[in-house]
């Protein structure tokens, strides 16, 4: 990979971040489910996806959608209830959609999005292009029967689905390991003979190396594969959620901060200047500055559009 | 006359389905079946008998035994850009993909503001013929109240057809409910291309006394109940729903307010059922009339021939009650 894509990455994963710190000093915050410490996984698969793919993911989906490229201005009136969100501002929290700009979306039913994406797997198969559906889950989904029926129907059909399973190591308060018994997620694709691997979630630059290996095979018509990426979120589970971990625990899960460790990566490498990072950091907080302006100009949508596009 | 006996052909009830299924196939380049046993076997009914060897496995697919899996890939496919009728065979298995189908398809539409349809048919068999407690129900009443659902339900052959083509046509999700009991019925079927509307309710058989309104094999049943009551000088009138969602209210008023009476009756259980919307919404619009719902006990379904037929509605207690609900008045 070229310095600019991780210049690119970098850039990527400090607008999730802000773009998430200035939602979260808003007093219409409401609920969110925020992707904080987990920039590195959403922003390592969107760079090996290309323009006809398809992206889908859980509830925690802000990270993905800014990856995926989705206007910062209307993901966050989107996520704050405006009018000028992709979804009109009726899908916000947990139901991100854009499929015109390959961001097919997020669904916040755990597991819930793994067979859909199989059945837009089906759809793009159909069109014989090469472009492929990817599906971001959390390590809660894996204890779900859908996963496996999905892998099961994604193998024998040969699907082209990549499966990334975020795994953050917590549902909710539940520690991974209290639910979930295989050693690494990435196991229980092996029945189903699902080329699958485990990385290291929280280094951008091992993940999109995996993901654009995974994204070849299944484009090649490997069928389908399962990414499983360790990561950690900075957050509780939601914004309604209570924090359960302690400040060992968080304290030591900043000090794996992605967007720390590829900045001073690329500074010791020589590839960024202390200034350049400076800039570009001012850079992404004016765009989120103005992302916050457009939302803020955005209506709420009238009472009426709670009817409408029903049926 | 309007009929033309050259066009019209005498045709079981699984052949009106797969005959309707088999023109969207044809006309639509997108369409695909998937479901359990749809492929060579032809379907659980025959009600896709020869689609596969028309279409092949990549239109005709057969489905593992996974309902959840099968309707979120039905769903994902549609919203992406196919057309897709998912299969079960009984609706009580519906149960297990409740998720893809209530929480995703019917919501698709109007929380992406638009941006995603799901163009689905989801084909289910409702009703009791001996299976048992969980292959004997009719759950269509938990469904009709999900907003971003259509539900339609046949009972005769042309509406058959005529159903699974507008089903087919629609640009959202449709519950299709067949019946067990109703495939080894035939009747004519016009040799055309047509619809049946959503939403548009039949009269089966015009009457003065009372209105049975009802939907799918139970039109039989009510039918046989008319007959028996025409013995003793009682005439009803015989609504058919055909579309439980959207609800054709006018038909039901309009035939309720010439009789003053109305008897709603339905194979699944009454309580939050079929009936007590009907009859609420016919008093909502007309003022007080006679009314009484029939439906199933509230018990499980034996597949025991004894313990089932105690269980539901047949053509002897609809008939006892349209006579307690005259003598009401």
């Known amino acids: 990979m070229t310095a600019s894509s991780d210049i690119d990455a970098l850039a990527a994963m400090i607008l999730a971040r802000e773009l998430e710190s200035a939602l979260s000093k808003r007093a219409d915050c409401g609920f969110q489910l925020l992707s904080s410490g987990q920039e590195a996984v959403a922003v390592g698969v969107a760079a090996a996806l290309l323009a006809h793919d398809q992206l889908l993911c859980s509830g925690r989906s802000i990270a993905p959608a800014l990856a995926r490229g989705l206007d910062p201005g209307r993901v966050m009136a989107e996520l704050i209830g405006r009018a000028s969100g992709p979804c009109l501002g009726r899908g916000g929290r947990g139901h991100l959609s854009q499929p015109s700009a390959g961001f097919f979306g997020a669904h916040a039913v755990v597991a819930g999005n793994l067979s859909i994406a199989a059945g837009v797997a089906l759809a793009l198969q159909a069109r014989r292009d090469r472009s492929i559906a990817v599906c971001m889950f959390g390590d809660g989904a894996c204890g779900a029967g859908a996963l496996h029926e999905t892998m099961n129907i994604a193998a024998l059909w040969q699907l082209p689905l990549l499966l990334v399973c975020d795994n953050n190591l917590y549902s909710v308060s539940t520690p991974r390991a209290a639910a979930l018994a295989p050693q690494r997620l990435s196991d229980l694709a092996a029945p189903f003979g699902i080329e699958a691997c485990t990385v290291d979630g929280m280094d951008v630059r091992v993940v999109r190396e995996a993901a654009v290996e995974l994204t070849d095979y299944v484009r090649n018509g490997g069928g389908p594969a399962f990414l499983e990426c360790i990561s950690r979120r900075y957050a509780s589970h939601s914004t309604s959620a209570r924090e359960t971990r302690g400040q060992q625990e968080l304290a030591a899960d900043r000090e794996l901060d992605p967007i720390t460790r590829l900045e001073n990566a690329l500074l010791s490498e020589g590839a960024l200047s202390a200034q350049t990072a400076q800039a570009l950091r001012e850079q992404v907080r004016a765009k989120v500055a103005a992302a916050c302006a457009f939302a803020d100009l955005s209506p709420l949508p009238v009472p009426e559009e709670a009817f409408a596009d029903v049926v | ?329």
């Open chain 2, 1 to 329: 006359m309007s009929s033309e006996p050259v066009r019209t052909r005498r045709v079981f009830f699984r052949e009106a389905i797969c005959r309707a299924v088999g023109e969207t196939l044809d006309a639509e380049p997108n369409a695909i079946v998937m479901g359990q046993d749809v492929g060579a076997f032809g379907g659980s009914y025959k009600e896709f008998y020869g689609l596969f060897e028309r279409f092949g496995p990549a239109r005709v697919r057969d489905t593992p035994v996974a309902e959840a899996a099968m309707v979120g890939l039905g769903v994902g496919a549609a919203a992406a850009g196919l057309r897709t009728l998912v299969s079960i065979t009984y609706m009580d298995f519906v149960l297990l993909a409740l998720d893809p189908l209530v929480n995703y398809a019917a919501k698709a539409r109007f929380k992406t503001g638009g941006q995603i349809r799901v163009p689905m048919v989801v084909k289910l068999t409702a009703g009791a013929k001996g299976q048992g407690v969980a292959h004997s129900q009719s759950l269509e009443s938990w469904l009709m109240s999900v907003p971003g659902l259509r539900v339609v339900a046949p009972s005769n052959v042309a509406d058959a057809y005529g159903l699974m083509r507008s089903a087919l046509q629609a640009d959202g999700p449709v519950v299709y409910v067949d019946h067990k009991r109703l495939f080894p019925t035939s009747g004519p079927l016009n040799a055309s291309a047509h619809e049946v509307p959503f939403g548009l309710a039949a009269v089966s058989r015009p009457g003065r006394h009372a209105t049975i309104v009802t939907h799918s094999y139970m039109v039989c049943v009510a039918l046989a109940a008319c007959d028996e009551l025409a013995v003793s000088g009682i005439d009803c009138e015989v609504i058919d729903l055909r579309s439980l969602a959207p609800l054709d209210l006018a038909t039901v008023c309009t035939s309720v307010s010439k009789t003053g009476a109305l008897l709603t009756l339905e194979e699944g259980q009454v309580v939050c059922g079929i009936g007590a919307e009907i009859a609420y919404q016919a008093q909502a619009r007309l003022g007080p009339v006679r009314v009484s719902r029939l439906g199933a006990m509230p018990a499980p379904v034996s597949s025991n021939p004894v313990l089932e037929a105690a269980s539901l509605p047949d053509a002897g207690r609809v008939a006892d009650a349209v006579r307690r609900l005259l003598m009401e008045g």
